[in-house]
T-cell receptor, first 116, second 112 residues
Framework: SAVISQKPSRDICQRGTSLTIQCQVD?????MFWYRQQPGQSLTLIAT?????????ESGFVIDKFPISRPNLTFSTLTVSNMSPEDSSIYLC?????????????FGPGTRLTVL | TQLLEQSPQFLSIQEGENLTVYCNSS?????LQWYRQEPGEGPVLLVT?????EVKKLKRLTFQFGDARKDSSLHITAAQPGDTGLYLC????????????FGKGTSLLVTP
């Protein structure tokens, strides 16, 4: 398994500002993912962040709005830019430990974002 | 789009009852995973099923993968208040490597 931490755990932000969320893993992993979980909803994939390459975004998510960094094999950041109340969600990072079991992913505790 | 449909969406039962949660799709998945998420936490992996027809048991939880690998079920025997949470099934995207496609979840409440 993997131990994943996220910072901040929660934040309340003003409309129009940006927030950078950090994700730290206790081991080196190739694939990291960012998901969004809107209130009362399931998880939606935002992007895949592999070290050494540009993040790959899912339909409906763009780099200008959700820039991602992946500087090394244990760390990634997701920025939520020019926030609006519709961005209020839980943002989760996850890692894939391919080689341990098929398609096994482990999630961080999430960052609960409220935009006023 | 590989949609995963979960049912029921909400379930409220008393301690000691049995329940089954279903996860269905029209698409074939190489594997399906079940997660439980508690408020304020990220999802925690319960099990991964890989082989069609496979049955896995985790204490009072029994997971089954359909023969055609299009559906899965989670059965809880003698539910306890500690089982309360959001149960999510997920399967890998066919075109995004190991990224997961999640069902909408089943919110379970077990009252004493």
């Amino acid at each position: 398994s993997a131990v994943i931490s996220q910072k901040p755990s929660r934040d309340i932000c003003q409309r129009g500002t940006s927030l950078t969320i950090q994700c730290q893993v206790d081991s080196q992993v190739t694939m990291m993912f960012w998901y969004r979980q809107q209130p009362g909803q399931s998880l939606t994939l935002i992007a895949t962040a592999n070290q050494g390459s540009e993040a790959t975004y899912e339909s409906g998510f763009v780099i200008d709005k959700f820039p991602i960094s992946r500087p090394n094999l244990t760390f990634s950041t997701l920025t939520v830019s020019n926030m609006s109340p519709e961005d209020s969600s839980i943002y989760l990072c996850s890692v894939d430990l391919s080689g341990s079991e098929a398609d096994t992913q482990y999630f961080g505790p999430g960052t609960r974002l409220t935009v006023l | 789009t590989q949609l995963l449909e979960q049912s029921p969406q909400f379930l409220s039962i008393q301690e000691g009852e049995n329940l089954t949660v279903y996860c269905n799709s029209s698409s074939v998945f190489s594997s399906l995973q079940w997660y439980r998420q508690e408020p304020g936490e990220g999802p925690v992996l319960l099990v991964t099923v890989v082989t069609g027809g496979e049955v896995k048991k985790l204490k009072r939880l029994t997971f089954q993968f359909g023969d055609a690998r299009k559906d899965s079920s989670l059965h809880i025997t003698a539910a306890q208040p500690g089982d309360t949470g959001l149960y999510l099934c997920a399967g890998p995207f066919s075109n995004s490597g190991y990224a997961l496609n999640f069902g909408k979840g089943t919110s379970l409440l077990v009252t004493p």
